[in-house]
């Protein structure tokens, strides 16, 4: 009960999956048979979902952190070596260089969608440069083809951790990528729990890529299990264990079905966000010229006076809205601290004066009033802008 009396509102929470009784049904079917580490379910999906993004291959892993790392330990950088990323991302993005023993060099993002700028990430390219890192940030499509115009020779990987089922020149995003991780995590469109994939083309990579993460091993347990006879395993290199379950696969195969109707929705959400929030001042992230987003987050940079985001956000807590900061930014992290960089105004700037307002599937139109409402008056517009 609120103070006078009333009953309170439900809390609006940021995201909630989308899941129903077919996600159950197909984890007990997997559970029933007694296979439930990698296996069939497994290859299943790595099929399925490599064909909805484009790609000829798909390997799945135990997160899209341990993607990354196989991607960059699949190209050899090592010591010595420097990958280019955005320092505006989730930690994990810089993380999994020093994974590697490369450095992490912080390039900056375009004010507009929060991805790297082409003319920054030029302007870091050095000899010992061995890659870069893309983020599609928040499903917002990253300009894949300007990064590789100026990286030249040097490979352009892709972290689509939050970008299935968003679009890049009228194609999956994902199609054509030398390598792309992708996330399963709850707050992701797919959701496996947690989990992860790696696509790519080359489907010798992808042979490599399922030896790494099943710890070398020159046959997989599955494949041994399915001969019917004995099979001797070799161990080819030093590896790792970064398996999917296929009781996480089963809950995935069913997600991808989903998916279209996912993504539609949540632009159809985005849509009247925008229309919403068009007298407050704040600017929301919206599509680029050259793709679509699937909305994986929506967020809002405020109005040039308002309070400073965390006031914001705490204040739309107190109404019973569970709002997010902005995409982090790792180099203001205290993991990076002391880590040299180059000016990143407009990182600093996004992370700083950036929210993430609710958007999942359960949200209706009298909850996105309701968000909105909380919104205009933390940001201190007049009340009743949104009836």
Same mark, same amino acid.
Not at 86 to 92: K, L
Not at 100 to 105: K, S, W, Y
Not at 200 to 222: F, V
Not at 344 to 366: D, G, M, Q, S, Y
């Given at each position: 009960?609120?103070?006078?009396?009333?009953?309170?509102?439900p809390?609006i929470?940021?995201?909630?999956?989308?899941l129903?009784?077919e996600e159950a049904?197909?984890?007990?079917?997997?559970?029933?048979?007694?296979w439930?580490?990698?296996?069939?379910?497994?290859?299943?999906?790595?099929?399925?979902?490599?064909?909805a !993004?484009g790609?000829?291959?798909?390997?799945?892993?135990s997160?899209?952190?341990?993607?990354?790392?196989?991607?960059?330990?699949?190209?050899g950088?090592?010591?010595?070596?420097?990958?280019?990323?955005?320092?505006?991302?989730?930690?994990?993005?810089a993380n999994?260089v020093?994974?590697?023993?490369a450095?992490?060099?912080?390039?900056?993002?375009?004010?507009?969608?929060?991805?790297?700028d082409p003319e920054?990430?030029a302007?870091?390219?050095?000899?010992?440069?061995k890659?870069?890192?893309?983020?599609?940030?928040?499903?917002?499509?990253a300009? &894949?083809?300007a990064?590789?115009?100026?990286a030249g020779?040097?490979?352009?990987?892709?972290?689509?951790?939050?970008a299935a089922?968003?679009?890049? #020149?009228?194609?999956?995003?994902g199609?054509?990528a030398?390598?792309a991780?992708?996330?399963?995590?709850?707050?992701?469109?797919?959701?496996?729990g947690?989990?992860?994939?790696?696509?790519?083309?080359?489907?010798?990579?992808?042979?490599?890529?399922?030896?790494?993460?099943?710890?070398?091993?020159?046959?997989?347990?599955?494949?041994? #299990?399915?001969?019917?006879?004995v099979?001797?395993?070799?161990?080819?290199?030093?590896?790792?264990?970064?398996?999917?379950?296929?009781?996480?696969?089963a809950?995935?195969?069913?997600?991808?079905?989903?998916?279209?109707?996912?993504?539609? #929705?949540?632009?159809?959400?985005a849509?009247?966000?925008?229309e919403?929030?068009?007298?407050?001042?704040?600017?929301? !992230?919206?599509?680029?010229?050259?793709?679509t987003?699937?909305?994986?987050?929506?967020?809002?940079e405020?109005?040039?006076?308002?309070?400073?985001?965390?006031?914001v956000?705490?204040?739309?807590?107190?109404a019973?809205?569970?709002?997010r900061?902005? &995409?982090?930014?790792?180099?203001?992290?205290?993991?990076?601290?002391?880590?040299? #960089? &180059?000016?990143?105004?407009?990182?600093e700037h996004?992370?700083?004066?950036?929210v993430?307002?609710p958007?999942?599937?359960?949200?209706?139109?009298?909850?996105?009033?309701?968000?909105?409402?909380?919104?205009?008056?933390?940001?201190?517009?007049?009340?009743?802008?949104?009836?």
């Amino acid at each position: 009960m609120t103070g006078d009396g009333q009953a309170a509102l439900p809390v609006i929470p940021v995201m909630k999956p989308l899941l129903g009784e077919e996600e159950a049904a197909a984890v007990a079917e997997v559970v029933k048979s007694g296979w439930v580490a990698q296996g069939p379910r497994v290859a299943e999906f790595e099929k399925a979902f490599a064909a909805a !993004v484009g790609a000829a291959e798909g390997v799945a892993v135990s997160n899209c952190t341990t993607g990354l790392h196989l991607m960059l330990h699949l190209l050899g950088i090592g010591p010595g070596d420097e990958v280019v990323v955005p320092s505006f991302s989730f930690i994990a993005t810089a993380n999994c260089v020093r994974y590697v023993g490369a450095t992490p060099v912080f390039a900056d993002v375009l004010a507009s969608n929060g991805n790297l700028d082409p003319e920054s990430v030029a302007s870091v390219i050095t000899e010992r440069t061995k890659a870069v890192l893309a983020v599609h940030q928040g499903g917002q499509p990253a300009d &894949i083809p300007a990064l590789r115009e100026v990286a030249g020779d040097i490979p352009v990987l892709e972290d689509a951790a939050c970008a299935a089922g968003s679009t890049l #020149h009228g194609a999956p995003v994902g199609t054509g990528a030398l390598l792309a991780a992708w996330s399963f995590h709850p707050r992701k469109l797919v959701t496996t729990g947690e989990g992860g994939m790696v696509t790519t083309d080359d489907p010798e990579w992808a042979a490599r890529l399922r030896r790494l993460r099943e710890h070398g091993m020159s046959i997989s347990a599955a494949e041994r #299990h399915a001969s019917g006879g004995v099979k001797l395993e070799q161990y080819l290199e030093t590896a790792f264990n970064y398996r999917m379950t296929d009781m996480q696969a089963a809950m995935g195969l069913v997600q991808l079905q989903r998916l279209p109707g996912m993504v539609a #929705h949540r632009r159809e959400l985005a849509a009247r966000y925008d229309e919403l929030l068009s007298p407050l001042g704040a600017r929301p !992230v919206r599509d680029p010229e050259f793709g679509t987003s699937n909305f994986q987050s929506y967020w809002v940079e405020l109005p040039e006076d308002a309070p400073p985001a965390v006031q914001v956000l705490q204040s739309m807590a107190e109404a019973g809205i569970s709002g997010r900061r902005g &995409i982090m930014a790792a180099h203001l992290e205290p993991a990076y601290e002391g880590h040299p #960089h &180059i000016p990143l105004p407009v990182t600093e700037h996004l992370t700083r004066r950036t929210v993430i307002l609710p958007l999942h599937h359960e949200l209706t139109e009298a909850d996105q009033h309701r968000v909105v409402d909380a919104f205009a008056a933390a940001v201190r517009v007049p009340s009743g802008v949104t009836s």
